[in-house]
């Protein structure tokens, strides 16, 4: 299967600091990309959609100014945690899917944060 | 949103015996996926199944679309066969997946 890399795999950083994981396709070419969001013991909840070369559709209750998405390449997408808080602490985790073939999705290692 | 509905929330098993968890979801369906999420977190492709049965290895996994459910089978599991098995489908009209609520597999020796 194809594969998506995230990195960085664990973060810690004071509260008040900004945060910025990538999420990169490596042997295909992503037009889409989303990033999810899991809190221990729970599902993964859908934070965002993002296509390349346009802005992020952000779901319900998902803060844009918090949660900056960019999609600049078909292979790289990166989500910014701007002024993090320790409720911020949580499993951050991209997928990818290649729309010109079919919508199986693919998915990085995850980020776990920690806002101390 | 879609629903997805996913049962039994737990399950023990003793290593060697079989198991068939489910998924039921609310709605038209395009895609379905199974993954099973190991400790570390990472999400592994098991079945990428819109529709029909499939099998790799000690794993097979059947959707009825029309009947909007799909069945994980997994037989003969191994201690590395424990953690977190999701079912997640994507709507008609949005690409994105929408994640059932797991079922937590234990095997034990």
């Known amino acids: 299967g194809a594969v998506v890399s995230q990195h960085p795999s664990r973060v810690i950083c004071k509260s008040g600091t900004s945060v910025k994981i990538e999420c990169r396709s490596l042997d295909f070419q992503a037009t889409t990309m989303f990033w999810y969001r899991q809190f221990p013991k729970q599902s993964l909840m859908l934070m965002a959609t993002?296509?390349?070369?346009?802005?992020?559709?952000?779901e319900q209750g998902v803060e844009k100014d918090k949660f900056l998405i960019n999609h600049a390449s078909l292979t790289l997408s990166t989500l910014t945690v701007t002024s993090a808080h320790p409720e911020d602490s949580s499993f951050y985790i991209c997928?990818?899917?290649?729309?010109?073939?079919?919508?199986?999705?693919?998915f990085g290692q995850g980020t776990r944060l920690t806002v101390v | 949103g879609i629903q997805v509905e996913q049962s039994p929330p737990d399950l023990i098993l003793q290593e060697g015996a079989n198991s068939t968890l489910r998924c039921n979801f609310s709605d038209s369906v395009n895609n379905l996926q199974w993954f099973h999420q190991n400790p570390w977190g990472q999400l592994i492709n098991l079945f990428y199944?819109?529709?029909g049965t499939k099998q790799n290895g000690r794993l097979s996994a059947t959707t009825v679309a029309t009947e909007r459910y799909s069945l994980l089978y997994i037989s003969s599991s191994q201690t590395t066969d424990s953690g977190v098995y999701f079912c997640a489908v994507e709507g008609a009209g949005a690409n994105n997946l929408f994640f059932g609520t797991g079922t937590r597999l234990t095997v034990i020796p």
């Open positions: 199944i819109p529709s």
């Open positions: 997928s990818a899917i290649n729309l010109g073939l079919n919508t199986e999705a693919f």
């Open positions: 993002s296509n390349e070369g346009s802005k992020a559709t952000y």
